[in-house]
């Protein structure tokens, strides 16, 4: 057993200090209050049970202080091991983030139907490091690889359109994915690139970014996101926004290419059930796996001093008004 905030243990110096205060009071007190010619009748009567009782309160009260200070300090055990698989898979979600993430052909949007989907693939992979990368007319990593699940949701959540220039640099995305997986030494390194569009911005061509990824070893699934044909978008009028139809623009055959030269897949989702099963399929495909023999296994071990506190507590008011109705 260990404790996680040892330095909490120097709390204990203030019961030490309490019963030394209480000896010392004791002790002061210890005077005769009438003189008498022997004390022979006193002896041989011995001592009163109240006489012994009335310390056993403060006996109680001090027990619960030191079990409050060993339960604070949080005794943990990590005596027991267990042997853990491991993906050993690190995975950076590239995501476009043009404004035409906004069409409505996904519920309620493109943008937040991948957002919802993501997150759910996020938490079905517990042991991989995640990252985000967001691209629209140019890239950021909006989280590096982590195993941080709630700070990655949460990030994830964040994820918007409007924050940078608007524009589908598709190969910028790639390589800013790719630069955050080169130095990884993970066992597989993948891309998991969604857009909706044409590449028409950025200073890297996208087969060129897909060139650097197979060059890290990075595979990348590519997924086109949008209906067949038309899909409603938001577009602002003199009335105010309305919902118009507008034609969907997808460069398939270059997010093939970039699935093919890395090794990865491509897919096509026309709505959020699609979507979730491309992810579900992803889920599959990338099962590599090891195992990590000496995973720790931290057991809390306060609750049993704190219990044991609570009852010297309960103890002590127990004992103060029984002996308060005793004469």
């Known amino acids: 057993m260990f404790f996680e905030y040892p330095d909490l243990l120097w709390l204990l110096v203030v019961p030490a200090l309490l019963v030394v205060h209480y000896l010392y009071m004791e ?108 691209f629209a007319g140019e890239s950021y990593t909006q989280c590096p690889l982590t195993t941080d699940r709630a700070t990655l949701i949460n990030l994830m959540k964040e994820v918007q359109t409007d924050l940078i220039e608007d524009g589908t640099a598709i190969g910028n995305g790639l390589a800013t994915a790719v630069a955050r997986l080169s130095e990884s030494d993970a066992l597989s390194k993948v891309v998991i690139l969604l857009t909706d569009g044409v590449n028409n911005r950025g200073e890297i ?12 070893g990075v595979r990348v699934y590519t997924i086109g996101v949008g209906a067949n044909g038309v899909a409603p978008y938001p577009v602002m009028t003199p009335w105010g926004v309305e919902v118009q139809n507008v034609k969907v623009e997808l460069d398939e055959e270059l997010l093939k290419q970039i699935a093919s030269t890395t090794g990865g897949k491509y897919f096509r989702a ?41 009852l010297c507590l309960l103890l002590e008011l127990v004992m103060k008004l029984l002996m308060r109705r005793l004469p």
């Open 270 to 310: 026309t709505d959020n059930t699609k979507l979730a099963e491309i992810y579900s399929e992803i889920n599959k495909m990338e099962t590599s796996r090891t195992t990590v023999d000496s995973f720790p296994v931290y057991k809390e071990k306060f609750m049993p001093f704190a219990v044991a506190a609570l």
């Open 27 to 134: 002790l002061r007190h210890r005077r005769p209050h009438m003189r008498v010619s022997t004390v022979v009748p006193w002896n041989a009567g011995g001592r009163s049970v109240l006489g012994v009782l009335r310390h056993l309160p403060f006996v109680l009260r001090t027990a619960a202080l030191c079990l409050i200070v060993v339960a604070i300090a949080r005794p943990r055990s990590s005596s027991e091991f267990e042997r853990r698989d491991t993906e050993g898979i690190d995975i950076i979600f590239a995501m476009d983030v043009s404004t035409t993430m906004l069409a409505r052909d996904f519920t309620p949007d493109r943008v937040s139907a991948a957002k919802d989907i993501a997150i759910n693939f996020i938490a079905d992979r517990p042991y991989d490091r995640m990252g985000i990368v967001v």
């Open 205 to 216: 061509a996208p087969l060129t970014a897909a060139e650097i990824a197979r060059t890290y």
